[in-house]
């Protein structure tokens, strides 16, 4: 992991220098090609030039050109570029043009080949800077006092660039780095791929998303293995049953008499239930599933429902009730989907409790749902088996044969048919012994 990130972060890095370099290098081209304008300039525009500002500010500080003779021999530039000074009325106050004869004081007319510059405080005009000779040597000299600060100004500023660039890439490029690296992880299927929650807030909420995302899909993943290998296990017995019952008439072990076509027939029948269960299980849980809500009678269905489930109660001589309070039963429900519901939980509370046991089921209603709760005094399920007791297939006794212990997927189908239609179920074991499942309905 270490390499593939690594390689990476290089990446990345580079990216970022590159950008830092590609900006630099266009910052140092605009300043050389704005300076190498107006220095092919021939115009009398004002040319913000370095020596323009110390002759004005010359000027400024004694309000005359008087001594400015100092000023232009320690600007050594000035020697290749032959320059004059003039007062506003274009009268020469310094010739610095090698060979010149001409007088201070005299006026001067400007040439065509001529740079001018002019010099002003205040915005009033004090006079012009006259450069006469403007040869490629002159032109390098004058770029080269002005380009020398720009070189160390761009000098600077990339180390200082270099000094971001190390910020950037602990603080932004290494996380980002892991999240790419555990985001190819995660798509060549290691769901288990996590990474480490360090950077800014929004690097943070990144990495915690993308940890949700993983164990969500590691979890989904996983619960799509074992529901192919539960469907896998639960097709072979009945598959094995109708199997051996018909190479056995074949071979004459058994008669074809009824009986033993009987028990064959038998195991069609538990796997066509298997099938329509797992079709409504996934319809449910895909939201697909067509539900036809109307007002409810709760406590008239549930009565309805314990009718059914009283003679297979009565023959294992189990006491079988409903207890409700006063008040109005009614509900925004599926009546079908609903009564569906209350018969798995009312037959999973028979298939599991022994003989003499009692169920009975309580109808409440609460400030904002109407509660259903099916309570039975069997030995219940141990607490760390609750949080499984909706899962598909999940059986309380593993041992019990598919007949008795049914396909395993009515309290799954429960689940999702309470929730589509915005319920609540859950379950908890009962201080006194016995399980309790509980289905909230809103009213409000």
Request: hydrophobic share 45%; proline share 3%.
């Given at each position: 992991m270490?390499?593939?990130?690594r390689?990476?972060?290089?990446?990345?890095?580079?990216?970022?220098?590159?950008?830092?370099?590609?900006?630099?290098?266009?910052?140092?081209?605009?300043?050389?090609?704005?300076?190498?304008?107006?220095l092919?300039?021939?115009?009398?525009?004002?040319?913000?030039?370095?020596?323009?500002?110390?002759?004005?500010?010359?000027?400024?500080?004694?309000?005359?050109?008087?001594?400015?003779?100092?000023?232009?021999?320690?600007?050594?530039?000035?020697?290749?570029?032959?320059?004059?000074?003039?007062?506003?009325?274009?009268?020469?106050?310094?010739?610095?043009?090698?060979?010149?004869?001409?007088?201070?004081?005299?006026?001067?007319?400007?040439?065509?080949?001529?740079?001018?510059?002019?010099?002003?405080?205040?915005?009033?005009?004090?006079?012009?800077?006259?450069?006469t000779?403007?040869?490629?040597?002159?032109?390098?000299?004058?770029?080269?006092?002005?380009?020398?600060?720009?070189?160390?100004?761009?000098?600077?500023?990339a180390?200082?660039?270099?000094?971001v660039?190390?910020?950037?890439?602990?603080?932004?490029?290494?996380?980002?780095?892991?999240?790419?690296?555990?985001?190819?992880?995660?798509?060549?299927?290691?769901?288990?791929?996590?990474?480490?929650?360090?950077?800014?807030?929004?690097?943070?909420?990144?990495?915690?998303?993308?940890?949700?995302?993983?164990?969500?899909?590691?979890?989904?993943?996983?619960?799509?293995r074992?529901?192919?290998?539960?469907?896998?296990?639960?097709?072979?017995?009945?598959?094995?049953?109708?199997?051996?019952?018909?190479?056995?008439?074949?071979?004459?072990?058994?008669?074809?008499?009824?009986?033993?076509?009987?028990?064959?027939?038998?195991?069609?029948?538990?796997?066509?239930?298997?099938?329509?269960?797992?079709?409504?299980?996934?319809?449910?849980?895909?939201?697909?599933?067509?539900?036809?809500?109307?007002?409810?009678?709760?406590?008239?269905?549930?009565?309805?429902?314990?009718?059914?489930?009283?003679?297979?109660a009565?023959?294992?001589?189990?006491?079988?009730?409903?207890?409700?309070?006063?008040?109005?039963?009614?509900?925004?429900l599926?009546?079908?989907?609903?009564?569906?519901?209350?018969?798995?939980?009312?037959?999973?509370?028979?298939?599991?409790?022994?003989?003499?046991?009692?169920?009975?089921?309580?109808?409440?209603?609460?400030?904002?749902?109407?509660?259903?709760?099916?309570?039975?005094n069997g030995?219940?399920?141990?607490?760390?088996?609750?949080?499984?007791?909706?899962?598909?297939?999940?059986?309380k006794?593993?041992?019990?044969?598919?007949s008795?212990?049914?396909?395993?997927?009515?309290?799954?189908?429960?689940?999702?048919?309470?929730?589509?239609?915005?319920?609540?179920?859950?379950?908890?074991?009962?201080?006194?012994?016995?399980?309790?499942?509980?289905?909230?309905?809103?009213?409000?």
């Amino acid at each position: 992991m270490q390499s593939s990130t690594r390689e990476i972060r290089w990446r990345l890095l580079l990216l970022l220098l590159r950008a830092f370099v590609i900006v630099l290098f266009l910052s140092f081209l605009f300043f050389v090609g704005v300076t190498g304008y107006f220095l092919t300039s021939s115009s009398s525009t004002p040319v913000p030039l370095p020596f323009t500002n110390t002759l004005e500010g010359y000027y400024l500080a004694n309000n005359s050109w008087d001594g400015v003779e100092a000023v232009f021999e320690t600007m050594n530039v000035f020697d290749a570029l032959n320059p004059i000074l003039l007062d506003p009325e274009q009268r020469i106050i310094l010739d610095r043009r090698t060979g010149s004869v001409s007088t201070v004081g005299s006026s001067y007319e400007f040439q065509h080949r001529d740079f001018v510059v002019e010099l002003k405080t205040n915005d009033d005009l004090v006079g012009y800077l006259v450069i006469t000779t403007y040869s490629l040597s002159a032109r390098l000299g004058v770029a080269r006092a002005i380009l020398l600060p720009i070189g160390m100004i761009s000098f600077i500023l990339a180390l200082f660039l270099v000094v971001v660039s190390i910020l950037l890439v602990r603080r932004f490029v290494n996380p980002l780095a892991d999240v790419i690296y555990a985001a190819r992880s995660v798509a060549n299927g290691k769901f288990d791929t996590r990474i480490p929650t360090e950077g800014p807030q929004d690097l943070r909420s990144l990495a915690e998303s993308f940890n949700e995302m993983a164990s969500s899909l590691e979890r989904n993943d996983r619960e799509r293995r074992d529901m192919l290998a539960d469907i896998a296990h639960e097709l072979r017995t009945p598959l094995s049953v109708i199997r051996g019952r018909l190479e056995g008439i074949i071979d004459g072990i058994y008669t074809a008499d009824g009986g033993q076509v009987s028990l064959a027939l038998e195991q069609t029948y538990l796997l066509e239930r298997l099938v329509d269960d797992l079709r409504l299980l996934t319809l449910a849980e895909t939201r697909q599933l067509h539900f036809e809500k109307k007002n409810v009678d709760l406590a008239q269905l549930i009565q309805h429902s314990i009718e059914m489930f009283s003679a297979e109660a009565r023959e294992k001589n189990i006491s079988l009730s409903l207890e409700k309070g006063s008040g109005d039963f009614s509900a925004e429900l599926d009546p079908q989907r609903t009564e569906q519901v209350i018969g798995n939980l009312i037959g999973n509370a028979l298939r599991y409790i022994p003989e003499n046991g009692k169920i009975w089921v309580v109808l409440e209603e609460t400030a904002e749902s109407i509660r259903v709760s099916v309570n039975d005094n069997g030995p219940g399920v141990t607490e760390d088996e609750l949080p499984y007791l909706f899962d598909r297939f999940w059986r309380k006794d593993k041992s019990r044969a598919r007949s008795a212990g049914g396909t395993g997927l009515g309290l799954a189908i429960a689940k999702q048919l309470i929730e589509a239609q915005g319920g609540i179920i859950g379950a908890r074991n009962l201080p006194e012994g016995g399980l309790q499942v509980q289905v909230n309905f809103k009213t409000r």
